[in-house]
């Protein structure tokens, strides 16, 4: 596999890892809950869910032909009203995670060397992605928070759970518990 074969395979293995992660946290919760905040001011699991839904069809839709930010988008909007229900919501979730996992299809030998514009600014393929998997990543960090948060004693973590990192490994690796 050369670099760019691996680079890609990498890539959608940790995209999908967050995607996974996020919907392990949306399985536990209900209409209502994922609409609570915080604060007033914080975002609830639906807006995040809404702002990453807004970014990944405007970053990926067109990945090398049109800028990333799209002139449709309203980003402002994408924090104001959010998913009326889990449901619409997953929807939406899906509806964005195929745009992008369609896009990275696309990338192949002939246009890997490519510049992709964000905002006006050029990007190598591997920059534009490594840009929107940290900025998924952190979206989905905010969204299991909140999902533990809003859980609580009931919150079933959706990776290793705290103080199973010896029985993870000994079942993944055959490693001697210590």
């Known amino acids: 596999m050369d670099f760019q074969?691996?680079?890609?395979?990498?890539?959608k293995f940790e995209f999908l890892r967050y995607k996974t992660l996020g919907e392990k946290t949306f399985d536990q919760l209900t209409d209502q809950?994922?609409?609570?905040?915080?604060?007033?001011?914080?975002?609830?699991?639906?807006?995040?869910?809404k702002h990453m839904v807004g970014n990944m069809l405007s970053r990926w839709t067109h990945f090398?032909?049109?800028d990333g930010e799209k002139t449709w988008r309203d980003r402002e909007?994408?924090?104001?009203?959010?998913y009326t229900s889990k449901e619409v919501m997953v929807a939406h979730w899906e509806k964005?995670?195929?745009?992008?996992f369609d896009a990275l299809e696309g990338i192949d030998a002939s246009n890997f060397g490519s510049k992709i514009k964000i905002r006006g600014q050029e990007h190598t393929v591997i920059e534009a992605i490594n840009r929107q998997l940290a900025h998924y990543a952190s979206h989905v960090g905010q969204?299991?928070?909140?999902?533990k948060m809003?859980?609580?004693?009931?919150?079933?973590s959706p990776s290793i759970p705290k103080g199973e990192s010896k029985t993870f490994n000994q079942k993944m690796f055959g490693t001697p518990k210590s």
């Open 96 to 100: 964005g995670w195929k745009c992008l």
């Open 150 to 156: 809003i859980k609580g004693p009931d919150w079933i």
């Open 143 to 147: 969204i299991v928070l909140l999902g």
């Open 5 to 11: 074969e691996n680079y890609l395979s990498n890539a």
């Open 77 to 82: 909007s994408e924090f104001e009203v959010p």
């Open 64 to 66: 090398f032909t049109e």
């Open 33 to 49: 809950k994922i609409l609570w905040k915080h604060g007033d001011t914080d975002n609830s699991i639906a807006l995040i869910v």
